[in-house]
């Protein structure tokens, strides 16, 4: 069985302060992982995806995440957080084995203070 | 392009009444679809999947009789509640995947979810 953890249902920071938001996971085998933001009433939007190859990810609005085996990690980064990233942002993690199944983290509400 | 619609956006219906709410792939054939639940403040829970042509496969502890899914074609899902009740309040949000033409089979679209409130 996998499972995603989100440490941290709330973080708060300050616009233009580095964001980082936890996510650990549990897989038997390399898994395919996932962060996905959400707007009030509106459906996810995909950030950034990891599934092999290079282990820091890049995505979109200047976000990126690092896959971290080791740690059994995938935290989610940006260097200087603007006022429109207040929002949900969920970690999920798939596989084959799953049949490509998402399972969801618990989600973190990030909050920009101006 | 992968753009997924849900109809309608918001809904407010009387308790005991049914209501469908569709979901659309409208560039691509989904070959599977999701709906997932979701309450306030909580995360996302899968209700069931649905394969184009076959019977829904739900998750443990949903109601198959309460919540029927129907996928019909290649582009379009409906989920109907039946005898809505005030618990049944939440946001329903779809998703599609589609492996054929090159899709990968990880990658889910996601609808930008409806809102059920059930008075």
């Known amino acids: 069985a996998q499972s995603v953890t989100q440490l941290g249902s709330h973080v708060s920071v300050s616009e233009g302060a580095l964001v980082l938001l936890r996510c650990n996971y549990s897989s038997s085998v390399p898994p395919y992982l996932f962060w996905y933001v959400q707007y009030p009433n509106q459906g996810l939007q995909l950030l950034l995806k990891y599934t092999t190859g290079a282990t820091l990810v890049k995505g979109i609005n200047g976000f990126e995440a690092e896959f971290k085996k080791s740690e059994t990690s995938f935290h989610l980064t940006k260097p200087s957080a603007h006022m429109s990233d207040a929002a949900e942002y969920f970690c999920a993690v798939s596989g084959p084995w799953a049949g490509n199944m998402l399972t969801f983290g618990g989600g973190t509400r990030l909050m920009v203070k101006p | 392009g992968a753009v997924v619609s849900q109809h309608p956006s918001r809904v407010i219906c009387k308790s005991g009444t049914s209501v469908k709410i569709e979901c659309r792939s409208l560039?691509?054939?989904?070959?599977?679809m999701f709906w997932y639940r979701q309450f306030p403040k909580q995360s996302l829970m899968l209700m069931a999947t649905s394969n184009e042509g076959s019977k829904a496969t739900y998750e443990q502890g949903v109601e198959k009789d309460k919540f029927l899914i129907n996928h019909a074609s290649l582009t379009l899902s409906t989920l109907t509640v039946t005898s809505a009740h005030p618990e049944d309040s939440s946001f329903y949000i779809c998703s599609a995947r589609n492996i054929r033409t090159g899709g990968k089979s990880y990658e889910q679209y996601f609808g930008p979810g409806t809102r059920l409130t059930v008075t």
């Open positions: 560039d691509f054939q989904a070959t599977t």
